[in-house]
């Protein structure tokens, strides 16, 4: 356990569902990111939330779409998805301009079928 | 934009064996991380490193920002070792780019 939890960890969903990723750190961090990993490419930024405010979307699909109610939770909800944006969504949380790094999530696998 | 480019992108060593993993950008940067992913996906922040050397049992890093190049070195590797190694680095706040990582198998 590394203080960031996700859930639920593996997902299949159609292309019409709608689905949510949670992410949530007891660390005191302030700020949380959600990341995409897929296969043979690196780590993708999708976005950035400092003090419950987003700060950078890193031109995102629309049908991805983030909330951030409070420093300690993060959700990513998912609508008519794609097969291609099947992935590792990975959270992580840092205090303020990442000093002294990131803790991630263990991630949610996610396969859109 | 900015390139970070790992090397060897995959790696076998026997147990007990050392190793060095180098990450190279291509402009400056404030912030440099090294990640170790294990094989159920978890990501484990190893070294925040945006300059000298650190070390932490039996890794160690690395970091010449003025020559734009960090290195990781593994020594006395075990099993567990294995999985992919991502450095990170940013010249922005937040906004860290991973580089492709380095696939490290030990084996028994």
């Known amino acids: 356990e590394t203080g960031v939890t996700q859930t639920p960890r593996h997902l299949v969903m159609g292309m019409t569902n709608k689905k949510s990723l949670k992410c949530e750190q007891h660390?005191?961090?302030?700020?949380m990111y959600w990341y995409k990993q897929s296969a043979k490419k690196p780590l993708e930024l999708m976005f950035v939330?400092?003090?419950?405010?987003?700060?950078e979307n890193n031109s995102v699909p629309s049908r991805f779409s983030p909330e951030c109610p409070n420093s300690s939770h993060l959700f990513l909800h998912l609508h008519t998805l794609q097969p291609e944006d099947s992935a590792l969504y990975l959270c992580?949380?840092?205090?303020?301009?990442?000093?002294?790094?990131?803790?991630f999530g263990s991630g949610t696998r996610l396969t859109v079928v | 934009g900015i390139q970070v480019e790992q090397s060897p992108p995959d790696l076998i060593l026997q147990e007990g064996a050392n190793s060095t993993l180098r990450c190279n950008f291509s402009?400056?940067?404030?912030?440099l991380q090294w990640f170790h992913q294990n094989p159920w996906g978890q990501l484990i922040n190893l070294f925040y490193?945006?300059?000298g050397t650190k070390q932490n049992g039996r890794l160690s890093a690395t970091t010449v920002a003025t020559e734009r190049y960090s290195l990781l070195y593994i020594s006395s590797s075990q099993t567990t070792d294995s999985g992919v190694y991502f450095c990170?680095?940013?010249?922005?706040?937040?906004?860290?780019?991973f580089g492709t990582g380095t696939r490290l198998k030990v084996l028994a």
């Open positions: 992580a949380s840092s205090r303020l301009g990442g000093a002294d790094g990131y803790t």
């Open positions: 490193i945006p300059s």
């Open positions: 990170a680095v940013s010249f922005v706040p937040y906004k860290y780019i």
């Open positions: 402009d400056s940067v404030n912030n």
């Open positions: 660390l005191g961090h302030n700020a």
């Open positions: 939330y400092n003090f419950k405010e987003q700060t």
